[in-house]
């Protein structure tokens, strides 16, 4: 009976990859040239589905900005699909 379920686990486990916060760092830096990235946190989502909130800063601003992107699984790899929110100001 064991056998089963960790044979599934596994499976589930495997299929599951993480968002990969590297990418998500340099896509960031990518689309937003002269930032950088103080903190990203991937929150609520689901097994295709993850939004990211994400703490930066621009130029020679102190001002810590924030933005929320939702990522998509597309196949074997993890998207940005929209900005769901833009540059607030913290």
Not at 29 to 35: I, N
Not at 68 to 74: K, M, T
Request: charged fraction near 30%; charge should be positive.
């Amino acid at each position: 009976m064991q056998k089963p379920l960790l044979i599934l686990l596994a499976v589930a486990a495997v299929s599951c990859s993480p968002v990969d916060t590297h990418a998500i760092r340099a896509d960031f830096e990518r689309t937003h040239p002269g930032c950088r990235v103080k903190t990203l946190a991937v929150g609520e989502g689901d097994f295709d589905n993850a939004f990211v909130r994400i703490e930066f800063r621009c130029g020679q601003e102190t001002a810590l900005r924030e933005e929320a992107w939702l990522y998509q699984r597309v196949g074997k790899e993890w998207k940005a699909k929209t900005e769901v929110s833009n540059g607030s100001i913290k």
